[in-house]
């Protein structure tokens, strides 16, 4: 959470920050600020807001800011309140460093003690002002910044990123990383450094991931790295990003989340295109020889994961299991890690995550790894923390996403985990070639499916319209559509703040059915599967209470239909692809349910893209 960026070189640092912070808001946009030295006056200026970047940018209209070195923060609050005092950057007692922040600095209370002691004064509440002033005490001292910041941070815990510089070297950032994620952007005369590549591709496509406990020293010519963990100068290569800029632009459409639906088909065509070259084949690049013979070998799978990532968890282990016939359960990974898991070298886990930086999962990973467990990352943006660490990564191919709330990464990681349990069937042998061949077949139609389901989507739109008031919705699945309920709920809850609640449908009479009356929508998930019958006496039961069905269905359903308030029908499929297709139709409801009610449906009230603080 908190997107941090930096820069140094020929141009005006402003413009640099701020287009920079605008693809960074995602993570967090309660406040933003910035601090540069101008190049005239020889200054630090320091100016910071609170609330969306907007009224930043709107405040930085009444300055003519002429700078070459420049800091700036997109903000999601952890110690204090979003304020113009607790946004970032933040300033030592000297006034001369300036930092952001982004990440936890735990024993920020026993430090700030000691500094007040000192007589050092604090003007915020934050936990980053304590690490500024801590440098700024060390700087006082040996009048080097870089040996500040590696002192300082030696003495401070948890998990952060900072960039900073003092406006007596006004030609140098430091940036350092400790598990919350920092990509250097290399460019001619000039370089750039930020929390992901997404701030970083209108100007560079070379960038240097850091590693953790990486300390650089970066100017407009050169970049030097110094470890901690080894205490050494190190080298680290660049590599090159392949994102499009426009994935990271709204194209026309009114907000990412609905560019994002709408890219699905695409997103569907990339991953079939990279991992299923051949009829009966699947491939996937990343995973070498002794990965494949671990894949083996393995007796049981963990899939763990948060928020929408867990949902795909929750299909892929459906589909791991009916075709592996390993055991696999499925976990959040705040309740994994800290559970004490029972784990060893025959143990897979899976790490799903869209940004690689969620901090419970991180801390997951790290616990699986500790237990010997073989460890597989299932994530989307390339280079990051997890993808790093784990023992072996498949990337989702997405895009870039910037919507907080998911959609086409949801879609990728569902893809990407079914295509992982028919490899797995296939290497373990507990598929025919003949059936995987078929399932294949039936997968490189979902595009065009998917393609279908948006076609028809503003059927939908009807649907929204008549229950946007309402304040609580009920969402019903079986199988591989129960994570579809859940997503589905999970969608509507985070972009229009109403309740929503996803049930398994077996589990209604055990609770929910006690909601039911005429003013409570149902939204039924009910296409063609094994346990259809069973979903439409779910749908009587709730109709038998004078509720409000709306049904996801499949094509030819007739009865359905009849009984549903709305009815939305998807393709035919077999049903364990079926979670691709129904959640399209829900996620649009979502949209559209929070459009209607005036949200903000990309950065909807307290949410942030990527959560890094536990
Ligand atoms: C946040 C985001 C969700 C996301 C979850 C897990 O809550 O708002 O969209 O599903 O984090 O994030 P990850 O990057 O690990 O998939």
């Known amino acids: 959470m908190c997107g941090i960026i930096g820069y140094v070189g020929y ?16 993570r967090g946009y309660d406040s933003a600020g910035i601090a540069c030295v101008d190049h005239q006056k020889d200054g630090l200026i320091l100016i910071k807001e609170k609330g969306k970047l907007g009224v930043l940018k709107e405040k930085l209209g009444d300055f003519a800011i002429e700078a070459h070195i420049g ?43 000691i500094l007040q002691k000192k007589r050092v004064r604090f003007l915020s509440q934050t936990d980053t002002e304590v690490g500024v002033n801590l440098i700024g005490a060390y700087y006082r001292k040996t009048g080097k910044l870089f040996d500040a910041v590696k002192r300082a941070v030696q003495e401070l815990h948890g998990y952060f990123a900072f960039v900073l510089f003092s406006k007596e070297d006004p030609e ?18 000039e370089n750039f450094v930020a929390s992901d590549v997404t701030a970083l591709i209108p100007y560079t496509r070379q960038v240097i991931y850091l590693e953790d406990e990486d300390l650089a020293v970066i100017t407009a010519q050169k970049i030097s790295v110094y470890s901690l963990k080894t205490k050494t100068w190190v080298k680290r290569h660049p590599t090159t990003v392949h994102w499009d800029v426009s994935q990271a632009q709204k194209q026309g459409f009114p907000h990412f989340m609905l560019k994002e639906m709408y890219e699905q088909p695409e997103v569907l065509k990339n991953i079939l295109a990279k991992r299923t070259p051949g009829s009966g084949e699947i491939f996937f690049d990343t995973l070498d020889k002794k990965f494949q013979k671990r894949l083996r070998e393995i007796e049981r799978v963990s899939m763990i994961s948060c928020g929408t990532a867990y949902h795909a968890g929750l299909v892929g282990a459906i589909a791991l299991e009916q075709y592996t016939r390993l055991p696999c359960r499925t976990q959040v990974s705040s309740e994994f890690r800290y559970g004490d898991p029972i784990l060893n070298t025959k143990d897979l886990v899976v790490l799903i995550t869209q940004s690689g930086e969620t901090a419970d999962t991180l801390a997951a990973l790290r616990e699986a790894k500790a237990k010997g467990a073989a460890t597989l990352a299932v994530v989307n943006v390339v280079g990051s923390t997890i993808a790093r660490e784990a023992d072996a990564v498949i990337y989702t191919h997405a895009g870039p996403e910037i919507g907080v709330a998911s959609t ?22 507990t598929i025919s070639p003949a059936d995987l061949k078929e399932l294949l077949r039936e997968f490189k139609k979902m595009p065009q499916h998917c393609a279908r389901v948006l076609k028809d989507i503003k059927k939908f739109e009807s649907c929204a319209e008549k229950h946007y008031t309402r304040r609580n919705f009920l969402y019903l699945g079986r199988g591989c559509n129960y994570p579809t309920a859940l997503e589905g709920a999970l969608k509507l809850k985070e972009i229009s703040y109403a309740h929503a609640h996803g049930y398994a449908a077996g589990e209604m009479k055990h609770g929910p059915i006690a909601l039911i009356d005429h003013e409570q929508p149902v939204i039924c998930i009910a296409p063609e599967s094994k346990t259809y019958d069973k979903m439409i ?7 038998a209470r004078d509720g409000i069905v709306i049904a996801i269905g499949t094509d030819g359903q007739k009865d359905l239909k009849k009984m549903a308030d709305d009815f939305f029908a998807i393709p ?43």
């Open 537 to 543: 006496s779910n749908v009587q039961e709730i109709l």
């Open 172 to 189: 140098t950032l430091i940036a350092y990383k400790r598990s919350n994620p920092l990509v250097i952007g290399l460019g001619q005369g």
């Open 71 to 113: 800091i700036g923060h997109t903000r999601w609050a952890t110690h204090g309140e979003p304020s113009r005092a607790n946004a970032h950057p933040h300033v030592d007692a000297s006034g001369k460093i300036a930092l952001v922040h982004n990440g936890i600095l735990e024993n920020y209370a026993a430090v700030k003690s």
């Open 11 to 26: 141009r005006n640092t402003v413009p640099v920050l701020i287009t920079g912070l605008e693809r960074l808001e995602y």
């Open 572 to 614: 035919r499929v077999p049903e364990i692809l079926s979670a691709i297709l129904t959640v399209i139709p829900l996620q649009f409801l979502a949209y559209k349910i929070a459009v209607l009610n005036g949200r903000d449906v990309d950065q909807p009230r307290n949410l942030a893209k990527s959560v890094t603080v536990e």
């Open 408 to 429: 086409k990464a949801y879609i990728a990681q569902l893809a990407t985990l079914l295509l992982l349990a028919f490899y797995m069937a296939k290497i373990r042998k």
